[in-house]
């Protein structure tokens, strides 16, 4: 059932475009506005929310992270990210107007679906992303939006990954037409680019055997560090965490502004430094910025491993390796942008001998707190 992959893990990153496609299926109607159908909160009570907090673990919650930069550009509302096991045992602020967005692949893991009844305890409506049908979240939640990403079965999440980002941004859209913060246009517009996503994916997929030979260069590295920017900031959090998982190498993801301000101190030379770039074509100042970290870093002697978007020619003087991905608007770009990181850690940990599907210490659904 490993359909003649190495692996689920390769499976199920080379399903991701079909991940994404399938969560997109059956949003809209004919006049191509969204119904979410499963949203079975009613208008009147979404249209008073006034702060969404997204509750979830591990990777899910790097896709709530991700969601954030696209819901607060789109809708005005704050977003908050908070780790369900963290959320839970705080005092957080919730109010019968806060919408809480429960994120879980398998919609078992007991930590996230504590904070859910914590804030359903508090008048709070919980809306559920989650892959897995009929289970224990969606069940207790007041309305869900299910991932199609099709049954994941390595432990590691990769394709769920891509599906809760697809989903958190259908949610997004949705408010936004609910509430009028965008024309139906630009909705229509952004649903087209998210539509044009899988091929994307498909794109970066197709130049994965770069990535892993580096990979198995690398095969003795101790530390990897990952860099990354507004969105990218995420996903170098998720690709940092993919090569825990996968490969057991320490790795960091930062917040690449946060460079000088400590892990600057990290850098030595020969220390491999994943960078996420991000679009030239979208705010100037922020990939000029990430240009300055990798001269900055490459000064002192790390080796760059630089993702960065086709035909930006600006990031191949200070690149010891580039990887290349589709051009795409930037809100939409960690669907591609995660992708070389997870067949990093993948072939890395395969390069090892490591059993990528079932890493050690790790489950796929953790049923404890
Ligand atoms: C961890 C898994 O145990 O739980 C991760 O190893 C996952 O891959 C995390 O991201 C959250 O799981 P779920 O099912 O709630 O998305």
Request: charged content about 25%; aromatic content about 6%.
């Amino acid at each position: 059932e490993k359909g003649g992959f190495w692996s689920f893990m390769a499976k199920e990153i080379a399903d991701q475009p079909k991940a994404v496609a399938d969560t997109l299926l059956g949003r809209t109607n004919e006049s191509g506005d969204l119904i979410l159908d499963d949203a079975r909160i009613d208008e009147a009570t979404l249209r008073t929310i006034d702060k969404i907090i997204v509750v979830a673990c591990g990777t899910a919650a790097y896709a709530g992270h991700v969601a954030k930069y696209a819901i607060e550009h789109w809708c005005r509302i704050p977003v908050e990210i908070e780790l369900a096991h963290e959320f839970r045992y705080r005092d957080p602020i919730v109010t019968p107007r806060t919408l809480v967005v429960a994120i879980s692949q398998s919609g078992e893991t007991m930590d996230t679906l504590m904070a859910v009844r914590h804030a359903q305890e508090q008048g709070a409506k919980v809306i559920a992303i989650v892959n897995t049908h009929g289970s224990t979240i969606p069940r207790e939640s007041d309305a869900v939006l299910y991932t199609h990403a099709g049954p994941e079965v390595a432990v590691a999440s990769t394709k769920a990954f891509v599906s809760q980002i697809t989903a958190a941004y259908i949610l997004g859209l949705y408010f936004a037409q609910l509430r009028g913060n965008m024309f139906r246009d630009e909705i229509h517009t952004v649903l087209d680019e998210l539509r044009a996503m899988p091929d994307k994916i498909q794109e970066v997929l197709d130049r994965g055997e770069r990535v892993r030979e580096i990979a198995r260069w690398m095969a003795d590295t101790s530390s990897v560090l990952f860099l990354g920017r507004h969105v990218g900031f995420p996903i170098a959090l998720e690709g940092a965490l993919k090569l825990k998982e996968l490969a057991y190498i320490h790795a960091e993801g930062f917040a690449a502004g946060e460079l000088k301000h400590g892990p600057i101190a990290l850098i030595e030379p020969g220390q491999p430094v994943f960078v996420i770039v991000p679009s030239p074509r979208g705010r100037d100042s922020l990939h000029s910025k990430v240009i300055s970290n990798i001269q900055e870093i490459r000064a002192r002697g790390a080796r760059t491993l630089v993702i960065a978007e086709d035909g930006d020619e600006a990031v191949t003087p200070f690149a010891d390796e580039v990887f290349w991905v589709p051009q795409c608007p930037t809100l939409l770009s960690p669907l591609v942008t995660v992708v070389p990181l997870q067949i990093f850690a993948a072939e890395l940990s395969r390069a090892k001998g490591l059993d990528v599907d079932q890493p050690r210490n790790l489950a796929k659904s953790v049923t404890v707190e």
